[in-house]
């Protein structure tokens, strides 16, 4: 039925390119019924509050989910299973003075709201400003999902 | 009975408000057996080793484990169903130069030894500086517990 | 049999002295199949990218996912009963303008992968750059694995 990949195209956005394979980090760990993400940065690079405004990033902090949703149907093959959002852990690449975390990271809070419904979408998050993200991207988030048997 | 809360007003606490409900974010999700609570700050503002003491972010940390607490309460209804607590992830805002994250942290921990005594409250723990935490917050503490059937 | 331990001296490595069991934090803690460690750090302390190389704190970085290993053998008695490497964190104590943290993190993950082989080692993984970590240390991981009943 795919419909959560069909909501997420309704919405105009896009789960991208399937994560890389064949790389030394797996995109998704599956344990009991658990999926674990690594992280995923957005493509926009820079320090938030700096080059970076609060909007662009908070753009960034959705593309980033929407890897990890990738990362997820990967591991189980159809995001109809995740029965619930459990954890994000957001981190921003934070110019000097810049805390508001929250505001950037609400850019993938609101995406998984909508595309799951407050139901399987509501999730416990922390927002942190970190010093350096790899590849100096703006934003990087990774997921804990829990999935049906 | 709620043994856990006595405890709690025996040792001069208080859980404070009930977290908010309404927002974009779960105060907590549980999965299974396990409970993850959202990062939870304290009031104190500001960069520790520069305008913040170490002191003075220890009893900051401390208000951030009770409001993780109250987070797993409204969650589980009762925090005498918390069996273990599980992982902390203690994230200090660092001036230039402050690397004693752990005597930061230590607010926490001996604050859950205190509540749950060492064979429920020992846990595993990270205590990380960070470039900059929500709202400019001295201290952001998240949990793992574990809870009854 | 300790096969992953037989295997870790054929690589040369060494799990190093068992954790500090009388702490006040857990090295690390069970619950249901999985082990959470607390983060554990490496000797070398400085800046990656500023007094340490990102070479230096590729070593250091599989220096800390060894003592990973020796809470979890703490906590379980035996490395074989892993049967799945499932979460990193991995923070990189960064300096100004050193982005390139998964080179760091590799040291642990090429470890990791080298030690159990891509079926049980191939994991979920974040490398951030943090601002500071605990006495100045270069590196610090933590890490989630699975284990067998």
Redesign the interface.
């Known amino acids: 039925m795919a419909l959560i990949e069909d909501r997420i195209r309704e919405l105009g956005w896009s789960l991208g390119e399937p994560p890389d394979q064949r790389g030394?980090?797996?995109?998704?760990?599956r344990?009991?019924?658990?999926v674990?993400?690594?992280?995923n940065t957005c493509r926009l690079t820079g320090k938030v509050g700096g080059d970076v405004t609060a909007e662009q990033a908070y753009e960034g902090a959705r593309e980033a989910i929407l890897r990890c949703l990738a990362a997820v149907k990967w591991r189980i093959g159809d995001l109809d299973r995740v029965t619930?959002?459990?954890?994000l852990?957001g981190?921003?690449n934070?110019a000097a003075g810049?805390?508001?975390?929250?505001a950037v990271i609400?850019g993938a809070?609101?995406a998984l709201?909508e595309i799951f419904g407050p139901e399987r979408g509501?999730?416990?998050?922390?927002?942190?400003?970190?010093?350096?993200?790899?590849?100096?991207a703006a934003v990087?988030i990774?997921m804990?999902v829990?999935v049906a048997d």
Chains 1, 2, 3 share one sequence.
């Open positions: 030394k980090l797996a995109p998704a760990v344990t009991g019924n658990l674990y993400t690594s992280g619930r959002v459990v954890k852990l981190l921003v934070c810049f805390y508001n975390t929250p609400n809070t609101d709201l509501w999730h416990a998050r922390s927002a942190i400003g970190v010093y350096q993200l790899p590849g100096n990087e990774e804990i829990e």
